[in-house]
Nanobody, 124 residues
Framework: QVQLVESGGGLVQAGGSLRLSCAAS????????MGWFRQAPGKEREFVAT????????YYVDSVRGRFTISRDNAKNTVYLQMNSLKPEDTAVYLC?????????????????WGQGTQVTVSS
């Protein structure tokens, strides 16, 4: 069993930055691909970024590429999402997810474990 706990959300002005963290408990963190998703009110959950087991392979949704950076520290069982140049449309609950396998994925259906989420609000 894997438990994921997100932190780092908050209220920020447009153009600002936040760094989200996702702490994982359980076995084999270093062999799992991880992802970040977000869900805005009234909208479906959306893929944001994913990272492979080694941290070398990453992939982003077009709307955040160049502004967000996903990274991981396997020694700390933690994955991060650095968010820069934030826009009001980035406002959402951000959820961390883990796969049972090492390869990256962009569909929420391919993830096996989910955190509760952390709220990010960007004011204009």
């Amino acid at each position: 069993q894997v438990q994921l706990v997100e932190s780092g959300g908050g209220l920020v002005q447009a153009g600002g930055s936040l760094r989200l963290s996702c702490a994982a408990s359980g076995r084999a963190f270093g062999s799992r691909a991880m992802g970040w998703f977000r869900q805005a009110p009234g909208k479906e959950r959306e893929f944001v970024a994913t990272i492979g087991w080694s941290g070398i392979t990453t992939y982003y949704v077009d709307s955040v590429r160049g502004r967000f950076t996903i990274s991981r520290d396997n020694a700390k069982n933690t994955v991060y999402l650095q968010m820069n140049s934030l826009k009001p449309e980035d406002t959402a609950v951000y959820l961390c997810a883990a796969r049972r396998t090492s390869g990256i994925a962009t569909s929420g259906l391919d993830y096996d474990y989910w955190g509760q989420g952390t709220q990010v609000t960007v004011s204009s």
